[in-house]
């Protein structure tokens, strides 16, 4: 064996040179791994015992991709298309051995093999799009000469991770081989290939598929009008349609130019700068200060949801998903069975849609079961999630009965949105075994799990929160408690501003273009029409005091009554409402205020930086860990939109000292809801940014 360098090995095999990457933890293209890989196919090239070469890697998955952490620098030599064209170049077949993930830079690597084998459990996939990217060493080219451009643009647009046996039909890979007996069975594939004197395939050459498309442009245009609405607002899926458009009208190195330069323009913008930030900040809010990485995990095989409501129903679907069995208790038997119908309902839906089969609805369903007594059902739970009514009374009779009935060490857990888990956890005799897990409506499909911390939370109940939350697919943030914690708390600002600025003469369509064109799927007033403007509105103690009163009681209870602050067609088309205007100005004539024109600009302002001012407020009373940690929770659970990176991240291009100035100028106008945080004022006393945070 032979050490290349520090990451890289070459062996002989018989007649097959086979060179081993080892660069935990996803043996990313670094610069020592760039190195590694030319220097040893250089070897591997020039030693005459070798008839082949395989090229694997050691550890999780084969090479996942460039490094993101030397985005941004200029990169060391050698650079990856030397490396690339060396492989493609090479007058020895060449085998790209894949387990793992085989993602962006590493698919370009192997694409650049002679031939790919691979175990079943391996994926493949261009996820550059989600780092705001295209694929920039060749995949744009590759890819369509594979899969043919259709497949090639659904693959780089979405990013996502094709399984081994798809891969197979597709292309993308020659061969599997058995599980567990990778570098066996390359070794295997390359003896063959040389002794059959195989030809040395070149992607770059196969142009059968590319030409077929030419001439054919309403692939293109048929794909961007389907996907018009996923793609709005982010560049980098219609850079990577731009590059497929080349593979399939030019030469491949003229094709490369277009993916050269469209590559450079995302990776020098603001959009990819957010999307690889939001990239580390998911990670770093995995990490948790003080909490070591061997404190001890509280074993989760069966939990128990209290409430059969679209909360309680959601979040068991969680579980199910995961294989965890799960028991819903409700009070009355109609509920119960109302809830556990809406479940199996939400997944045949699934299933018609292709997304699980009928098979899965039927396991998925079998693990959720109901039962009308705690008593009975929870003895024996190792979590148990309670999602009823927003009332502390309430929480805290159902805490004190789970304290009787619980094992003990088994996790008693809160979903509620903003009360405070400290009270409610006083009335167990476990504090240590209290915490808030918040999931976002429908609980389902949101990514955001807030975990919340109470003052008693033991370590080892938050560590297996966390990890929990990664099982059942969540983008867990930890949090602390105060009211709201920190996505409804910051939610509160914008709220709070969006009321004020329709007294001030902005009408709800104005508030919600502003919001929408910033990113955001919709505006506050579309979203409430959209909830139901009665939620928490009493018919009975409505006295026509505010203008949600006033529509609801007209029965303008939102889409669900086909109007609300919107009108609506038979289509949920909205339309600006006379009705809510007039209502809106009637409201204004009766305060006595003067309405005047609202600026975008100031809707935008208005509406944003309270939100990033009160995260500062957040930080100062450590109720989240870290800046980022905010910018995670407002992505994953309020639609914030990923390019913008989040309301911190937004507030660093903004300038920190714009936010202070703008805030100091409102709050001159407008009183005290605008009092800048003092840590603001000494950030920006400081020079420092809100990452610093
Ligand atoms: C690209 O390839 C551009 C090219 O087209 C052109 C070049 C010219 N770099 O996610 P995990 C770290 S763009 C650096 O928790 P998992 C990650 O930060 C790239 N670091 O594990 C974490 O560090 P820490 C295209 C990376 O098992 C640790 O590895 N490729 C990279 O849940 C573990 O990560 C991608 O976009 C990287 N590329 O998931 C793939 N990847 O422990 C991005 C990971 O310090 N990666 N790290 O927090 C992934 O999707 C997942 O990490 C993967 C593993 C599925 C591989």
């Known amino acids: ?211 077929a498309a030419r001439g054919k442009p309403e692939i293109f245009a048929d794909f961007r009008k389907a996907n018009a609405r996923k793609f709005r607002g982010f560049l980098a899926p219609e850079y990577n349609i731009k590059c497929i ?148 009374d309430i929480k805290k009779d159902i805490f004190a009965k789970l304290d009787a009935i619980c094992k003990p060490g088994a996790i008693l857990a809160t979903n509620t949105s903003g009360l405070n888990i400290d009270e409610i956890a006083s009335v167990t005799k476990r504090p240590e075994s209290v915490i808030g897990l918040h999931f976002f409506s429908p609980a389902n499909v949101m990514k955001l799990l807030e975990i919340v911390r109470a003052d008693h939370t033991s370590d080892s109940v938050i560590a297996t929160s966390m990890k929990l939350a990664k099982q059942i697919g969540k983008t867990a943030v930890l949090v602390g408690v105060c009211p709201g914690f920190v996505g409804n708390r910051i939610l509160g600002q914008r709220q709070r501003e969006a009321q004020k600025l329709v007294m001030e003469g902005a009408m709800p369509w104005d508030i919600d273009r502003v919001l929408y064109d910033f990113g955001f799927p919709m505006g506050p007033f579309a979203m409430s029409d959209l909830a139901g403007l009665d939620i928490g509105w009493v018919k009975e103690k409505s006295n026509g005091e505010s203008i949600r009163d006033v529509l609801c009681e007209a029965d303008r209870r939102g889409q669900k009554t086909g109007a609300g602050y919107y009108d609506y067609d038979e289509n949920r088309n909205a339309k600006p409402s006379p009705f809510t205007e007039k209502v809106i100005n009637d409201f204004i004539v ?20 309270p939100m990033i001012n009160e995260g500062v407020k957040i930080l100062e009373e450590k109720k989240a860990i870290r800046s980022s940690d905010i910018d995670v929770v407002w992505q994953n659970g309020y639609g914030w939109p990923v390019y913008r990176g989040g309301p911190m991240w937004y507030g660093d291009q903004v300038g920190p000292d714009k936010v202070l100035a703008k805030m100091q100028e409102f709050q001159a106008k407008m009183g005290d809801a605008f009092k800048p945080s003092p840590l603001l004022e000494k950030l920006v006393a400081d020079g420092k940014k809100f990452s610093d945070l």
């Open 1 to 211: 064996m032979t050490a290349i360098n520090a990451v890289t090995d070459l062996t002989l095999d018989g007649e097959v040179a086979v060179i081993t990457l080892n660069s935990p933890p996803v043996n990313a293209l670094s610069a020592a791994v760039r190195q590694g890989l030319f220097e040893g196919f250089k070897a591997a090239i020039a030693d005459p015992a070798a008839k082949a070469i395989v090229l694997i890697c050691e550890g999780r998955t084969f090479i996942a991709g460039a490094d993101i952490t030397e985005f941004g620098s200029a990169m060391a030599d050698p650079q990856l298309a030397d490396v690339q064209d060396m492989m493609e170049s090479s007058t020895k077949p060449v085998v790209a051995a894949i387990h793992g993930t085989v993602l962006g830079g590493g698919l370009e690597v192997a694409l650049c093999a002679h031939y790919r084998v691979a175990v079943p459990s391996a994926k493949f996939g261009l996820p550059e799009v989600n780092l705001g990217l295209l694929p920039g060493a060749g995949g744009t080219q590759r890819l369509p000469r594979v899969v043919g451009p259709e497949r090639a643009l659904e693959m780089m647009t979405s990013g996502r991770h094709v399984p081994a046996k798809e891969a197979l039909s597709g292309g993308l890979t020659d061969e599997l081989v058995e599980e567990g007996k990778l570098k066996e069975g390359a070794i295997a594939f390359a003896r063959k290939v040389a002794a059959e004197n195989r030809p040395l395939t070149k992607i770059r050459d196969q142009n059968a598929k590319v030409e």
């Open 590 to 609: 009766k305060s006595g205020a003067n309405p005047r024109k609202i600026s975008d600009e100031e809707i935008l302002e208005r509406c944003i930086f």
């Open 245 to 392: 458009e080349a593979a399939v009208n030019l030469p491949f190195d003229e094709g490369m130019k277009v993916e050269r330069k469209l590559f450079n323009e995302l990776m020098a913008g603001s959009q990819s700068a957010a999307q690889r930030y939001t990239f580390f900040a998911e990670r770093q809010a995995q990490k948790i200060p003080g909490i070591a990485d061997d404190t001890p995990l509280i074993p989760i095989k069966k939990v128990g949801v209290i409430g059969a409501g679209t909360m309680g129903g959601g979040i068991a679907m969680n579980f199910a998903n995961a294989g965890i069995p799960v028991v819903i208790v409700e009070q009355k038997q109609e509920p119960l069975d109302k809830g556990l119908a809406i479940i199996r309902k939400n997944y045949e839906r699934t299933a018609s849609r292709g997304g699980i089969t009928a098979a899965q609805v039927e396991e998925r369903c079998a693990l959720i079961t109901g039962s009308l007594s705690m008593e009975e059902s929870f003895a024996d739970l190792d979590l148990v999630i309670e999602a009823v009514f927003e009332r502390m």
